[in-house]
């Protein structure tokens, strides 16, 4: 199904469509975008911080704002400006933010111009938005998402159906992201409308480089999904195609694109300038479509006075000027606000709840990971659970969501496609409307892909946006090797994982505490990954056992950052200074405990349970009492995370060590090797640490 605009057809309706109160209110802000670029080019020396104009897409852009509902959600680009002012945001707001100030809007001096972020209640929503092109596209598909399971379940009530619009540019359009979210847009048919902007430039690069076809053509193969065309530099053409767009997509609840052929009259950026790669020829060409003179000759034509026009460009003018000077004068963020809205505040401090309920049973991990979920889906109607394979059929590739398909129906339950990246970047979306995803991948092996959304819109978000939007999600990744699982299903990913700040880091080792941190990962409004380990899913690897725990009762919640001492070694022997501390996590804990029983009260073991929070403070205090320190990983040892930590705890403990922090881990290979001989030399196991523990308490 597809629209198709005839500009013939329309070329002697639409002023007659189009009011001139609105024709005029465009002018007005196409007056006040070109002044704004000409006071930034101006004062080039003062606006030092890199940024794009909308020159050239302004009547899109405005003719898209327009149309917009304080229920809707848009996700502007970096080119926007004109669609921020055409939903009601003032030049000295965007100018804050231009010049990094305190007051700026949307990231408090933090983001680029242009980059906004707003709930404010009369206007329509906008997530926080990053410079990464096309990347805004799965979390704003997740907003769409969102918004359609609220409405199926009847969660809220609208005013008007929301309608969802994201905006990109045509360059954006080749990456795979974004076939993603039009492939899950399309798919379940969400109420999302692409708008692609095309100046038929990416930075430097031209059309011919890039694509073989531009955003009309390339959607064609995505069934479901509806396209327009427009010429997105005619204001009257625009909102009547845009009108028609929102209206459809408000009323008939599906997806569209609409590509709209814009031109760029401004730099790239301030930092990419025109001159430096365009030539006159294809500058004369852009201006001759100049969107501000389109319709200023379309309005003298239908015989509105010169003068008018003319007032209305002075006054923008000089109400910029005014804007400007004010947000010059404006105060910089005080440097103590640096490391403000890294995360939200978490209600959950305390460890609360019934963990060993009197005649309770023995449950392994996977079960413990299933009831608290069934748990939490039975009280929360805004959790859902969606992922590879997490659906009725299987329920997981390791059976870790049996059940919870049958129970909950498929649309709080599903199935995804191979799409990491959606998987989780759509939690951005979705957590922004009040959901709360529990989204899986399939293996530790398979985050790589959704790595991207991860650093460039999760962990930012509420950073970025002022602790407007954190994004509440349970990301559940399986991890580590698990007896010939081979080098695409048992790595170890948690280095990578803790460079990412923003994000919550859990890696339970027992059952108990699994459903105690998943119920505390629920009700945390920040991005949380639950690392799960393979092999102490079912308790079948040997040595294992104690992963089964009787199962805490429904009320019990246990927060991150609380490390424990699960072997406690002989104080005597600890006052003789025979004693040692192994700090680990995940399979580390059975290592460590086997290893231990050959010392006799000499070893003492931490169980870190979460490493972002990491209680360092418990860390801290038992090295002190202990002098020595083996940190214990199954992930390759050369820049990991026990090294770094093995770092801080030498530099915070030094006057108390009697010997080096010692690190123990994988070999540092590329891969887990599938043969068993092979995973064995290459892993640490309880022997190897028995030998490491030898050798430092003879030290």
């Known amino acids: 199904m597809f629209f198709y605009v005839s500009l013939l057809s329309m070329e002697n309706t639409l002023h007659e469509k189009v009011s001139q109160d609105i024709l005029l209110k465009a002018y007005n802000h196409m007056m006040l975008a070109k002044a704004m670029a000409d006071i ?219 590509c709209a052929k814009t031109v760029l009259i401004g730099h790239h950026t301030s930092g990419v300038r025109r001159e430096f790669y365009r030539d006159e020829e294809d500058l004369t060409k852009h201006r001759a479509k100049d969107p501000g003179e389109i319709l200023r000759n379309q309005l003298l034509e239908s015989g509105v006075d010169e003068e008018l026009l003319k007032q209305i460009t002075k006054k923008a003018r000089l109400e910029t000027e005014e804007a400007f000077e004010r947000a010059k ?63 009725e059929r299987i329920g997981g590739v390791f059976r870790e969501t049996v059940t919870l398909g049958k129970k909950f129906g498929s649309k709080r339950v599903f199935n995804t496609a191979i799409q990491e990246a959606y998987i989780i970047g759509s939690t951005t979306g979705m957590s922004a409307v009040g959901l709360k995803p529990i989204v899986e991948v399939q293996f530790a092996d398979y985050i790589y892909p959704g790595i991207n959304q991860l650093i460039t819109e999760i962990s930012k978000s509420s950073y970025l946006s002022q602790g407007k939007f954190p994004v509440s999600n349970i990301i559940r990744v399986p991890i580590g090797a698990y007896g010939g699982g081979g080098p695409y299903h048992s790595g170890s990913v948690e280095s990578i994982l803790a460079n990412i700040k923003g994000i919550k880091i859990a890696y339970p080792s027992n059952a108990a505490d699994f459903k105690g941190l998943l119920k505390a990962a629920y009700y945390d409004p920040n991005p949380v990954i639950m690392l799960e380990h393979k092999g102490l899913y079912w308790s079948k690897v040997p040595g294992t056992e104690d992963a089964k725990t009787i199962e805490p009762a429904e009320d019990y919640i246990l927060p991150f950052g609380k490390g424990k001492v699960i072997i406690e070694a002989d104080k005597n022997e600890t006052e003789k200074g025979r004693t040692l501390l192994v700090v680990t996590y995940g399979m580390g804990v059975y290592w460590a405990k086997e290893a231990a029983k050959s010392f006799n009260g000499r070893v003492e073991v931490i169980d870190l349970r979460t490493l972002i929070p990491l209680d360092e403070e418990l860390v801290f205090e038992r090295v002190k009492a202990h002098g020595k320190c083996i940190v214990l990983t199954e992930e390759q040892l050369n820049n990991s995370f026990a090294e770094a930590f093995a770092h801080r705890i030498s530099k915070n403990c030094f006057r108390y060590l009697e010997a080096p922090v010692e690190t123990i881990g994988s070999l540092d290979v590329p891969a887990v090797p599938i043969n068993l001989v092979l995973e064995k030399e290459m892993l640490p196991n309880a022997e190897k640490l028995s030998e490491k523990i030898d050798e430092l308490l003879k030290h």
């Not at 019934?354 to 608290?372: F, L, Q, S, Y």
């Open 40 to 258: 930034y080019e101006e004062n080039r020396n003062v606006c030092k911080y890199v940024h794009s104009t909308s020159r050239g897409h302004e009547a899109i852009q405005l003719a898209t704002a327009y149309q917009l509902k304080k229920e809707d959600w848009v996700s502007p680009y970096y080119r926007d400006e004109s669609i921020l002012l055409g939903i009601g945001f003032e030049p000295y707001q965007l100018m804050l933010q231009l010049l990094a100030k305190a007051d700026d809007p949307f990231s408090g001096g933090r983001s680029y111009y242009s980059h906004p972020s707003s709930r404010d209640e009369n206007k329509p929503k906008i997530i926080h938005q990053s410079s990464a092109t096309g990347m805004q596209t799965i979390p704003t598909a997740g907003i769409a998402q969102g918004i359609k399971y609220i409405q199926d379940f009847n969660l809220q009530q609208f005013e008007n159906n929301p309608v969802v619009i994201c905006s990109l540019g045509d360059n954006s359009m080749t990456e795979g992201e974004v076939s993603e979210a039009l492939q899950f847009s399309a798919l379940h048919q969400l109420p999302i409308i692409f708008l692609v902007q095309d100046n038929e430039w990416g930075i430097s690069v031209t059309k011919e480089e890039a694509r073989t076809c531009d955003a009309y053509d390339f959607v064609a193969g995505f069934t479901g999904l509806s396209r327009m065309r427009v010429d997105g530099t005619d204001f009257a053409e625009s909102f009547e195609v845009m009108k028609k767009a929102v209206d459809f997509v408000r009323t008939e609840r599906k997806p569209l694109v609409v």
């Open 329 to 391: 004068n404006a105060e910089d963020p005080k440097p103590e606000t640096v490391m403000q809205h890294i995360f939200a505040p978490t209600p959950i401090i305390e460890e609360t709840g019934t963990r060993e309920p009197a005649g309770g049973e023995k449950i392994v991990m996977v079960d413990a990971a299933i009831h608290a979920i069934q748990e939490l889906m039975w009280k929360h109607p805004e959790a859902l659970l969606y992922g590879q394979d997490v659906g």
